[in-house]
């Protein structure tokens, strides 16, 4: 079981930035791609950004490209995203995901964390 703690969210205005961290549990944590998804109210939990085992490879959504930076410090066990120019439509609580290979779907999602708010002001 790998368990996964997001922090690093709150409340920011418009043109600003914060930098999310999410812990995982054990010794495993370079035998998974990581990533982070993102659930507005109302709305279903889509991608945002996704990084491979070593960090060679990553992808992002075009909705946050040129903003958001995927990162991951191995060892550490923890993996980062550090959000530069924020938008209120930005504003989610935002998870972090475990998966065997890089992803983009929620499917294939083994592992989340609980999630944590960021709220953009205008």
């Known amino acids: 079981q790998v368990q996964l703690v997001e922090s690093g969210g709150g409340l920011v205005q418009a043109g600003g930035s914060l930098r999310l961290s999410c812990v995982t549990s054990g010794r495993t944590f370079t035998t998974y791609a990581m990533g982070w998804f993102r659930q507005a109210p109302g709305k279903e939990r889509e991608f945002v950004a996704a990084i491979n085992r070593d960090g060679s490879s990553i992808l992002y959504d075009d909705s946050v490209k040129g903003r958001f930076t995927i990162s991951r410090g191995n060892a550490k066990n923890t993996a980062y995203l550090q959000m530069n120019s924020l938008k209120p439509e930005d504003t989610a609580v935002y998870y972090c995901?475990?998966?065997?290979?890089?992803?983009?779907?929620?499917?294939?999602?083994?592992?989340w964390g609980k999630g944590t708010l960021v709220t953009v002001s205008s």
């Open positions: 995901a475990a998966a065997t290979t890089r992803t983009t779907s929620i499917n294939d999602v083994r592992y």
